[in-house]
């Protein structure tokens, strides 16, 4: 079984946010993930403008009138 739990390193110790539900001395991988202005921050509409949809979009396709009578 994996189980995932938020934490965070903080001078030697990795403090987590809540009790795990595991047996004692049980394996565990720690992964580091590395803060960047960027990833803190979600810019929403950064792709306005940019994604075009014709006014035929949901007319049916020609190839396929032979699968659609």
Same mark, same amino acid.
């Given at each position: 079984?994996? !189980? !995932?739990?938020? #934490?965070? +390193?903080?001078? #030697?110790?990795?403090? @987590?946010? =809540?009790?795990?539900?595991?047996? =004692?001395? !049980?394996?565990?991988? /720690?992964?580091?993930? *590395?803060? !960047?202005?960027d990833s803190q921050v979600r810019k929403l509409g950064i792709l306005k403008g940019k994604? @075009? /949809? ?9 190839? @396929?009138? *032979? +699968?659609?009578?």
């Amino acid at each position: 079984m994996l !189980t !995932t739990i938020k #934490g965070v +390193y903080d001078h #030697g110790k990795i403090i @987590l946010s =809540e009790e795990p539900q595991v047996h =004692e001395k !049980t394996e565990v991988i /720690v992964t580091f993930l *590395e803060r !960047t202005p960027d990833s803190q921050v979600r810019k929403l509409g950064i792709l306005k403008g940019k994604i @075009l /949809v014709p006014d035929d979009f949901d007319e049916p396709l020609d190839d @396929l009138n *032979e +699968y659609m009578s």
